[in-house]
């Protein structure tokens, strides 16, 4: 990949808004440029046994499954409202 250049710093910056002086985009252009170099010496490495992966570690999902239960019978459930009705809760009415 080609280096950065400065005009294309100042580029990016002004389609991002960004106010940037002379000595910005100047250090911006070094410091992108760096990065771009350790990111082409990363393509340089022998990948070709290595199994693709999304995550370096193994994760495991620790959530339970999602499976129906039954967890309250509907008295259950019920016995402490202050006000119920035909098996359902009942509430003060919000709209007039």
């Known amino acids: 990949m080609a280096e950065i250049s400065k005009d294309q710093v100042k580029h990016v910056a002004n389609l991002a808004r960004l106010a ?8 911006l252009t070094d410091e992108l440029g760096s990065i ?17 992966t999304t995550h370096v570690l193994d994760l495991k999902n620790v959530m339970r499954k ?12 019920l ?3 202050p006000d119920k009705k035909d098996g359902q809760f ?7």
């Open 20 to 27: 940037i002086t002379e000595e910005e985009a100047e250090k």
């Open 36 to 52: 771009i170099k350790f990111a082409e010496q990363l393509n340089e490495l022998d990948t070709e046994n290595v199994e693709p």
């Open 66 to 77: 999602d499976e129906p239960k039954q967890w309250l019978t509907q008295e259950e459930a």
């Open 79 to 81: 016995k402490n409202a």
């Open 90 to 96: 009942r509430v003060p009415s919000i709209l007039e």
